[in-house]
């Protein structure tokens, strides 16, 4: 397809266990964007990437969340030691160009629920 | 922390009425964007205004952009079951890049 995926679309871990979420945005888009989704919520940033270098990493809510894309394309979240404020959907968005006024394509999410 | 407030939060209306959705803030945004999710989806674009005081139509939703550029209003005219979804709006503040989102309005309109 052309739009961006995201998988696993759901995951269940345990309190403690470490989850890669995964990224492929569109073809040739250069932005890539992470926002995590709580439920009633909307999202909120968590890091950007501008090719294969992690421009703002400031919404990553604590040293346990780790984010790359080390090809500049596709990308992937790491979360480690999950806690159940964790529980929420991660979506990822790409973009075409850097700029204020550009698109941002979203993915469908990864569920992830911490029990 | 949210820096866009949108208000209600929730809406339920029968096919065939008018609503409007306000998204408000005390901040100043280069420009501000809609979305529409639907569950289990990711936001999709409904359009993109930058210019204090703009309006654009897309069919039966209305958009406006305040003159001050902190606050935004989305109007849909004779509602349809098929608008049903929760509303987003999102602002990039000057010189950024990243979205802002509101909390969203969920809306559902019943036949």
């Known amino acids: 397809g052309a739009g961006v995926s995201q998988s696993p679309r759901y995951k269940v871990a345990k309190r403690g266990q470490d989850v890669a979420l995964r990224c492929d945005p569109i073809s040739g888009h250069v932005s890539l964007f992470w926002y995590q989704q709580a439920l009633g919520q909307g999202p909120e940033f968590l890091t950007y990437?501008?090719?294969?270098?992690?421009?703002?990493k400031s919404g990553l809510p604590s040293d346990r969340f780790f984010a790359e894309r080390p090809e500049g394309s596709v990308s992937t979240l790491k979360i480690q030691r999950t806690q159940q404020e964790d529980s929420a959907v991660y979506l990822c968005?790409?973009?075409?160009?850097?700029?204020?006024?550009?698109?941002?394509?979203f993915g469908p999410g990864t569920r992830l629920t911490v029990l | 922390t949210q820096l866009l407030e949108q208000s209600p939060q929730f809406l339920s209306i029968q096919e065939g009425e008018n609503l409007t959705v306000y998204c408000n803030s005390s901040?100043?945004?280069?420009?501000l964007q809609w979305y529409r999710q639907e569950p289990g989806e990711g936001p999709v674009l409904l359009v993109t205004v930058v210019t204090g005081g703009e309006v654009k139509k897309l069919k039966r939703l209305t958009f406006q952009f305040g003159d001050a550029r902190k606050d935004s209003s989305l109007h849909i005219t004779a509602a349809q079951p098929g608008d049903t979804g929760l509303y987003l709006c999102a602002g990039v503040k000057n010189s950024g890049y990243a979205l802002n989102f509101g909390k969203g309005t969920s809306l559902l309109v019943t036949p």
């Open positions: 901040s100043v945004f280069s420009s």
């Open positions: 968005a790409s973009s075409s160009r850097p700029g204020l006024y550009n698109e941002q394509f």
């Open positions: 990437f501008q090719n294969e270098a992690q421009l703002d």
